[in-house]
């Protein structure tokens, strides 16, 4: 088969694969970055894990995403996964915004997007789901990353990146971690500590907000206020801090495995991190993590020679039916990423197609 996907891990999963392959009953926790409309290039492989490959597990199985990596593990954790992804899919595609959108107007068709995939009992489908368990990063904004006035806004997001170029270690003066969590069953990676963290548990009555809340892109959208269960204040974006999340996925004396479906061959810690390409994440968080992403070959193959991306919004923003044809487009080649790795676990060549990660 072509060489479409890649598959790259720590130095625990790495060793672990190349023993024993690859089975559903390894994989204990998996990650979703936040990037906006780079997932549709995943939307076959998570068709093939939800739908398929993960379909009659009894052990619980942890997500953890933030902004468009939680809406797709938002999606995937109704009773119907396929339907829901198609579901969220078309919701997806069919945005519409003026020549000049306000962050209100963002805001509300973004809501408008989550209220077409969770339509129904679907809040209440991801609280009772037998094995899948949701969670997901927010920040609660601080200084003026409170103000909705965009001048006021961009000041803060300044100082914040200006100091986050300096060190990571300084962002807690700027937004507060908040992960929301199943109450069912904590996850592996609850006790997380390298920076300051709320904790609330997900319910019928905060799910909604919280979701939106994780994919809130500072200046772009609004804030989310009145989460039930979280402190007072202004929630964005999790992929502020929780870009592609560097966290420890699972205690050290875990022999699981993190599954990480990602758009990208590397991990930006932070949202700010983008262009710190001296910024990588730490090599113990990322020990037990298989990153499965596609290939430069794959990305080459696409329309325009890319994943799908924000600027999008902006390159069609008079041709709507363009960028829909472009992202269907997409979505129907990473049904190949799917194939490929459906046949890379079945025939387990995983273990020869397998190569350490490194930073």
């Not at 672990?16 to 939307?43: C, F, H, Q, R, T």
């Not at 597990?57 to 396929?82: C, H, K, M, N, Q």
């Not at 600027?311 to 363009?322: G, K, L, P, V």
Request: a positive charge.
């Amino acid at each position: 088969m072509p060489n479409n996907l890649i598959f790259i891990a720590g130095k625990n999963a790495y060793q672990s694969i190349k023993e024993k392959g690859l089975s559903p009953d390894m994989v204990k926790v998996i990650a979703g970055a936040a990037g906006g409309p780079k997932w549709l290039v995943l939307n076959h492989l998570d068709r093939l894990l939800f739908a398929s490959w993960f379909k009659g597990r009894t052990e619980p199985l942890f997500l953890i995403g933030s902004s468009i990596g939680a809406w797709r593990f938002a999606a995937v954790s109704r009773s119907d996964p396929y339907q829901s992804i198609e579901t969220f899919q078309d919701a997806y595609l069919n945005q519409s915004y003026s020549s000049k959108p306000t962050p209100q107007e963002i805001s509300e068709e973004t809501s408008r997007i989550r209220d077409t995939f969770l339509a129904g009992t679907g809040v209440q489908e991801i609280l009772d789901h037998p094995y899948l368990r949701l969670n997901f990063m927010a920040v609660r904004s601080k200084w003026l990353n409170k103000a909705e006035n965009k001048i006021i806004q961009g000041a803060g997001l300044a100082g914040t990146a200006l100091s986050n170029a300096i060190s990571r270690k300084l962002l807690p003066f700027f937004f507060e971690r908040t992960l929301f969590y199943h109450p069912k069953t904590p996850p592996p990676f609850f006790k997380t500590s390298e920076f300051p963290i709320q904790k609330v548990p997900i319910d019928k009555d905060n799910l909604e907000k919280a979701l939106l809340a994780s994919g809130s892109i500072p200046l772009v959208m609004a804030g989310v206020t009145g989460i039930k269960g979280a402190s007072d204040g202004v929630y964005r974006d999790g992929g502020v801090i929780d870009y592609h999340l560097d966290i420890p996925f699972l205690e050290e004396s875990d022999d699981k495995i993190v599954l990480y479906p990602h758009y990208s061959q590397k991990i930006i810690p932070g949202w700010l991190d983008k262009k710190l390409t001296w910024r990588t994440p730490r090599q113990s968080n990322m020990d037990k993590v298989l990153l499965i992403a596609p290939s430069e070959s794959f990305v080459q193959s696409l329309p325009y020679q890319k994943i799908p991306d924000r600027n999008d919004f902006w390159t069609f923003s008079q041709n709507n039916a363009e960028r829909i044809k472009y992202w269907k487009t997409v979505i129907s080649k990473s049904e190949s990423l799917a194939a490929e790795f459906a046949d890379a676990v079945e025939s387990n060549r995983i273990k020869d197609l397998v190569k350490p990660m490194s930073f």
